[in-house]
């Protein structure tokens, strides 16, 4: 337990850190926007912000702790990260570190700077730690993987890593339920649900389910506050690409000046689009999550809060597996 309430202090250390304005950090965060054009400060400065508040307070680490029965290992770790947002693998890291595991990690190119930065302040202020911690190409070696990627490197996943415990992670994203009363200040939420990241991650919204007699014309008016999202040249690649493919598929769709909506029962949607599908009842709304593997997190009433989708506690875990339940369960 010493060793896990010193690991935790270094953590509350590093989130002091990650919201500072010291000029290394600052400097570092310059340098992955240069090497990753979907990442811009907003959105660095968001992801920095939701893992400080979220992961790093000294009494949520400890309460989350107190919950498993931590220890220490030799068996290693393996982990590969993705890189669709910026520092999306820090949770994995956390949990491999607290659990006590010594850390194999290969990074994404992606996301190659923020991460190995953040790593390294923390062995400079303990150097013991250095040796459990290693950016790795290759993950030759591990006990046991926590793997994140797309459907098509899942299946190379599954064959290397099956006869290690592992943790593999597919293709996901996120929904919405409304039911026409939301109010104008949940969809300016909602709103932050579908853009931030430019739609990049898993936990953005990238379909609505809606009522039959759903009117849009409310939403288009008030999504256009993000409108600025034109001003990066990949997200309007994107949207005239996918308007030209409507138009000249004949495709019926709905816009406004930074987005496409088109009717479609599949959850996944493309850069600038949003999918919406309706719904008669209830139940039909249940039937629907239930059956779908691929929903990451659903927002709305009685669901996550509007504007929230970007912002999990320590205990809400991806894909909804338990990573620190798996890693206590094969010390």
């Known amino acids: 337990m010493e060793q896990i309430n010193h690991k935790i202090e270094l953590l509350t250390r590093l989130k002091d850190y990650m919201l500072s304005n010291d000029e290394e950090w600052l400097a570092v965060q310059s340098l992955a926007i240069n090497k990753n054009s979907w990442f811009t400060q907003e959105h660095i400065s968001a992801a920095v912000q939701a893992i400080a508040n979220n992961y790093l307070h000294k009494e949520a680490l400890v309460a989350w702790c107190a919950s498993y029965s931590l220890s220490a290992t030799k068996k290693v ?38 991460l190995p930065h953040l790593i390294a302040k923390l062995i400079s202020w303990d150097a013991a730690i250095q040796s459990d911690i290693e950016i790795a190409e290759q993950l030759k070696d591990c006990d046991l993987y926590i793997a994140t990627g797309s459907d098509n490197s899942a299946r190379y996943f599954e064959t290397y890593f099956s006869k290690y415990p592992s943790i593999i992670r597919k293709n996901r994203t996120s929904i919405a339920v409304l039911n026409g009363m939301e109010t104008d200040d949940e969809m300016a939420l909602l709103a ?107 927002v709305g009433k009685n669901y996550l809060p509007f504007g929230e989708a970007q912002n999990p506690t320590l205990d809400q875990y991806a894909d909804g597996v338990d990573t620190m339940a798996f890693l206590c369960a094969n010390y």
């Open 192 to 298: 932050k649900d579908v853009f931030q990241y430019y739609g990049l991650g898993c936990r953005n919204v990238t379909q609505l389910l809606v009522p039959h007699d759903y009117n849009f014309e409310r939403l288009l008016q008030l999504f256009n506050t993000f409108s600025y999202v034109m001003n990066h040249h990949k997200y309007q690649n994107n949207f005239d690409y996918h308007l030209a493919i409507y138009l000249l598929n004949k495709v019926p769709y709905m816009s406004n000046d930074c987005l496409l909506m088109v009717e479609n029962d599949l959850p996944f949607s493309a850069v600038s689009v949003l999918h919406y599908k309706y719904y008669q009842s209830e139940q039909e709304v249940a039937n629907y999550m239930h059956n779908n593997v691929a929903i990451q997190c659903v």
């Open 77 to 114: 770790l393996g982990i590969v990260m993705a890189g669709n947002i910026p520092l999306v693998g820090f949770h994995d890291f956390l949990c491999g570190f607290l659990a006590g595991y010594p850390l194999k990690i290969k990074i994404s190119s992606k996301d190659a700077i923020l």
